[in-house]
Nanobody
């Protein structure tokens, strides 16, 4: 059974940093795209960052230069380093694994972790 478990969320003041982690189990995801998404209250879910199997990354414009997605293959963990946080970054953050490429459907999801920036 595939499980994705996020951690690292919390409350932080504007300008601060957080590092989100997503531990993946029950799945060999080395050839699949992985990503971070977020959903703020009253808004649609937004793709924040993705990392494909070759290490290529993409970011939504609003986080470019502030967030970094990375992966530790030995620990089966996906990370999202978030710096210079802004109140508009407040949301529930989810990690996900795609069926194949980053342009395809994301089929496995974590339960989410809350990030609040004040």
């Amino acid at each position: 059974q595939v499980q994705l478990v996020e951690s690292g969320g919390g409350s932080v003041q504007a300008g601060g940093s957080l590092r989100l982690s997503c531990v993946v189990s029950g799945y060999t995801y080395s050839t699949h795209c992985m990503g971070w998404f977020r959903q703020a209250p009253g808004k649609e879910r937004e793709r924040v960052a993705t990392r494909d199997s070759l290490g290529a990354t993409t970011y939504v414009d609003s986080v470019k230069g502030r967030f970094t997605i990375s992966k530790d293959i030995f620990e089966n963990t996906l990370y999202l380093q978030m710096n210079s946080l802004k109140p508009e970054d407040t949301a529930i953050y989810y990690c996900a694994v795609a069926e194949t490429s980053c342009s395809g459907r994301f089929i496995y999801w974590g339960q989410g972790t809350q990030v609040t920036v004040s």
